[in-house]
């Protein structure tokens, strides 16, 4: 049972094997560890809660913990799916429990600060990949007749020269190029080029 009068101050560790909580007390955190094997009944009140996973995380523990507590999952072995899928949940970070015991300090102290701690390469791919799934969806939804303009602004044709190619007016090659720019939301030619050479059919 937690002291009410620190829990505050305290980290809540669940943790069936107690691996975790090793791993933290190797750490020197300077606050209070307390450690649950199981989350049962009410959700505790604390606020910073650190969750061992020991393979999958489970999920339906996260949901009832992040709307509550700042979350963070200390995972063994460290999964990059599992990791994207913490940032979805809005677990406040996502960390390998192998990690250097200073690493894993600042991780804790990050969550308690009100702070993400995930690592650079996680937060970098997750954002690239909701980057790639946007364009991908809005390429998704280009016409035929736009899906050829955007295939020769990527071989580098003009207006002039996608209104020959399709047999349709300069001007009318003009709308077209504008409203392909603007249903990408891309600012210009080349990076309409590149959205077509990374997300649609080539050939």
Known sequence: MLNESAVSQ???VIDPSGQVRSALERSDLGVQIQRIDHLNGQTPD???VALAAYGEPDWRVVARLVPRARTLIVATPPD???AFRAICSRAYGYIDAGVEPAILRRAVHTVLAGELAYT?????DFVRI????AQALRASQLTARQREVVALIAKGSTDKEIAQALGITTATAEKHVTNVLHKLGVPNRAAAAAVTVSLLPQG
């Open 130 to 133: 909701q980057l790639h799934s």
């Open 10 to 12: 305290a980290i809540l």
């Open 120 to 124: 650079r390469g996680v937060l970098a």
């Open 46 to 48: 604390v606020q910073c």
């Open 80 to 82: 990059r799916e599992d």
